[in-house]
Every structure is written in C-alpha cells, then in structure tokens.
C-alpha cells in the first residue's frame, strides 16, 4: 500500500499564482485534513474532511479552498499565493467515527515557496 | 483557546540513556492523546496512542503516561539510538464547536538529538 501520496514533492510560484496540491490515499480512510507546518512550529489545520461530501475550516483556512473529490483524494487550492503561504504542507488521513478514534496517516509533504 | 505545548524544545541525550520528552495539554475534554515522530522530509509518523481512561500505555522501546490530574503527557523512550533522532509531536483530540467533529491539534514539538 502507499498510503497517503502528496504531489507535487515540491513547488515555487510567483505572487499571484494559483495552484492545486493532489492528495490521495488508499487506507479507506472516512477523513481527510490537510496541515501547514512552519519552522520551528507544529502542525496547524487549514482544512478537513470529517466524510466524503463535507468540508469545513481548520485554524489557518483563509486564502485556501479544498476539494473532496471523492472518498480516496482530497485537494488544496491556492487561488492567488502569497509569500505568507510559503510552508511545508501536508495531508492526512484517518478513520473516524463516534466510537471509533484512531491517528492520523500523513503523506511526506509539498515544499511551496511563494516569491 | 485551549492548547496542547511542550516544555521543552530540545533535547539532547546518549546513546544507550532513556529519553523523557514531555507534554502538557490543557484541555480537560480531550479524551484521545497520540505521540507523532518526524524525521527530516518526511511526514509525522505515529508512534504510540493513549486515551483518557487509561495512565500508561507500553509499545516497543516506547511507553507513554498520561497524569489527568496535572493534565500532563509523556514519552519515554528506552535505550535511545541514532535513529531515535527526530522531532516528536504530542497532539490531542480538540472538539470543535461546529459539527461537533474532533480534531487533531498538535503541540510545537520537541527536537531529540542522540549523540553516539
């Protein structure tokens, strides 16, 4: 299995630019979340996907939109990057539910530097 | 708001000595507490898992202890080796208000060296 798959591996834009970071996974996973991680910082969420068909905002959402394209992929967009954008981003997955708790499944992560 | 932080940010240890890294949370609703370590370019990998109803839980090398009382997390790590050397994360399930999901909310982490 591979798990949690993250492309690209690295990405630089322009002020400006959008773009669309692909995450995919084949655990079965219900859930689906996408982190920001800053130097010397920990994981912050920008959004999730508790199930397929549902999205809602992290702690960081402003500036992006998600995608849950399907059970198995979960998209993050850019519409217009900002150097403030500039970080490691990483997706993950997990199963959830009432009585079900169980931890998250991370990709390796997309470099984005934003000039 | 409530967070999950750690005390300290870097930790340096031998070869062969056992491994403290320390958590504390302060959300007293958090009912589920993972341990995350992430090596350089890579993705945080799950280590060993804990909920509220129990105080210790073991795994290989690992052993995690949950203090409820002082709303306190740790991991120790026996007979550290090299390849222990990562930053390790504690995070917490945060209930968030809205669709009453519960979210996974980390802590800043700490860096652990081991120097042969």
């Known amino acids: 299995n591979a798990g949690v798959t993250q492309t690209p591996k690295f990405q630089v834009l322009k002020t400006g630019q959008s773009m669309t970071l692909q995450c995919a996974q084949d655990?079965?996973?219900?859930?689906m979340y996408w982190y920001r991680q800053d130097p010397g910082m920990g994981l912050r969420l920008i959004y999730y996907?508790?199930?397929?068909?549902?999205?809602d905002k992290g702690e960081v959402p402003n500036g992006y939109n998600v995608s849950r394209l399907n059970k198995r992929e979960f998209s993050l967009r850019l519409e217009s990057a900002a150097p403030s954008q500039t970080s490691v981003y990483f997706c993950a997955s997990r199963t959830f539910g009432s009585l079900i708790e169980s931890p998250l499944h991370f990709g390796n992560g997309t470099r984005l530097t934003v000039t | 708001g409530e967070s999950v932080g750690l005390h300290l940010p870097t930790l340096s240890v031998q070869e062969g000595d056992n491994s403290i890294i320390n958590c504390a949370y302060s959300?007293?609703?958090?009912?589920?507490f993972i341990w995350y370590k992430q090596e350089s370019g890579k993705g945080p990998q799950f280590i060993i898992d804990i909920r509220s109803n129990m105080d210790k839980r073991q795994g290989q090398r690992v052993t995690v202890l949950l203090n409820k009382t002082v709303k306190h997390l740790s991991l120790q790590i026996a007979a550290t080796q090299p390849g222990d050397s990562a930053v390790y994360f504690c995070a917490e399930n945060m209930s968030k208000g809205s669709g009453g999901s519960y979210i996974p909310t980390f802590g800043r982490g700490t860096s652990l060296i081991v120097h042969p």
């Open positions: 959300n007293s609703a958090s009912d589920y």
């Open positions: 996907s508790a199930s397929e068909g549902t999205t």
């Open positions: 655990m079965n996973h219900n859930s």
